[in-house]
């Protein structure tokens, strides 16, 4: 294998992305006959997260499911010894216990039960669908494209419809293209920035041209977390593979020019993503933020141990909170971790903080085992971006936020199939 297959990003790119393409032909070919249909199908998961949530939703299912039928049929059992799946499961258990002793246990068990079709989709990606490089890079290269082509769509609703109340909404009729491009989108930004601060030749314009095309449209469509999430993730992957602070330098000013230009242009954007933010911070009773997310520590006093439920917040809300209570009820509190304190209690909170902590530290080994591999030096970053505490975040066992969130997590956990080779660069 040529010495830039190995790094992905030396060489000349166009012979790059030739040799990924040919590559993934050639693994593909390689595959059982009954097993190619599947890693086809994974590979064009990102085109059918752009459609909705339920082919989506399928997409995921259908992967995470056969996953579990394989494992079954090969009495393949050896990627239970993990330690980030032991840890997934460890925190299962704990939803399952939850909902067992809620006041609704038929409905809580069935939401978590339902849930761990996300995790299970993230190892099918890490020790079946992503286990050969070939088609890790071949999807890593399907969701940049994807990326680009929701760029594509949000640059034609601005142009023929521009914005509505300062959001965008194709191609999904609702506000939610900006997850696609902060979370499905997350892997290949990084690995975009990573590129355009210490790759050689085009690479960096090409790059970097096309990162910031993305985050100029990230602005438009007025999702303030998702735009925070890929400003501090593409700063930390400028600086985990191959870092020179002239080009880092150079790529942060260019970030900042961007993001200015669209306001400058827009200037309907500016307020919310300025005094906007700093009025929604959850530190009073001013703040909307404050108020939901007070509900779900209410919620917690409730029930410390175990919680009130595994998804249970929005139908219980109300019977916890006193009349005229300085919080108010929503769907979910607005923060993963305080969603898990109040719906699983403390130990749910300290088993999924387990959880997320052992998927982050397995990548960042792996990621300094195999610091010349631009792929695995960045992969730890995507669940520490998308599972960060501090941030106001959608339903943690909801589905369509799941499903954007989870794809990106599952291409990133396949990156502890990376190795060093000897001789890469």
């Known amino acids: ?27 593909l070919a390689d595959l059982p ?94 020790f079946w669908l992503g286990r050969d490089k070939r088609l890790l890079y071949a999807m890593l290269l399907s969701s940049g494209f994807g990326m680009m082509l929701m760029t594509g769509i949000l640059t034609a609703e601005m142009l023929i419809e521009g914005q509505k109340g300062g959001r965008l909404t194709w191609p999904y009729g609702d ?6 491009l902060a979370k499905a989108g997350l892997p290949a930004f990084c690995v975009m920035v990573a590129l355009a601060v210490s790759a050689r030749g085009k690479t960096i314009f090409l ?3 096309l990162a910031s095309f993305s985050l100029a449209l990230s602005v438009l469509t007025g999702e303030r977390i998702n735009l925070i999430i890929r400003l501090c993730a593409g700063f930390m992957a400028g600086i985990s593979w191959r870092f020179t602070w002239r080009k880092f330098v150079l790529v942060c000013v260019i970030s900042i020019v961007v993001v200015l230009s669209v306001f400058a242009l827009q200037g309907s954007v500016e307020g919310r993503f300025t005094t906007a933010i700093l009025h929604d911070l959850p530190t009073g009773a001013s703040s909307d933020y404050y108020r939901v997310m007070g509900g779900g ?12 439920g595994t998804a249970n917040y929005r139908e219980l809300c109300a019977n ?51 610091k010349q591999n631009v792929v695995a030096a960045t992969a730890y970053i995507v669940p520490l971006g998308l599972f960060f505490p501090l941030q106001s975040t959608a339903d943690f066992f909801g589905q369509w936020n799941n499903i954007f969130l989870w794809s990106a997590v599952a291409l990133s956990m396949a990156a502890v199939n990376l190795r060093a080779e000897q001789g890469s660069s």
């Open 33 to 126: 006959r009954w097993e190619k249909p599947f890693h086809i199908f994974w590979l064009l998961g990102p085109f059918f997260l752009l459609i909705e949530r339920s082919p989506a939703d399928l997409w995921l299912s259908i992967l995470a499911l056969a996953f579990a039928v394989r494992s079954l049929c090969h009495r393949d059992g050896a990627w239970l010894s993990h330690g980030w799946v032991r840890a997934a499961f460890i925190f299962w258990f704990v939803c399952l216990l939850s909902a067992s002793f809620s006041i609704t246990p038929a409905y809580a068990l069935g939401e978590a039960m339902s849930w761990f079709r996300f995790p299970l989709f993230a190892m099918a990606a890490a």
């Open 175 to 180: 506000l939610v293209p900006g997850n696609y």
């Open 297 to 308: 520590v209410m919620a917690f006093f409730d029930a410390p141990l175990l919680g009130i």
């Open 207 to 209: 790059m970097g041209t």
């Open 320 to 370: 916890i909170l006193a009349e005229g209570s300085a919080f108010r009820c929503d769907n979910h509190p607005h923060n993963f971790y305080i969603q898990m304190l109040a719906e699983t209690g403390i130990l749910g909170f300290a088993a999924g903080l387990f959880m997320i902590s052992a998927m982050i530290m397995s990548l960042f080994r792996a990621g300094r085992a195999n």
């Open 1 to 27: 294998m040529s010495e830039s297959q190995n790094s992905l990003g030396g060489g000349a790119l166009w012979n790059d992305l030739q040799h990924l393409i040919m590559d993934a032909q050639v693994a």
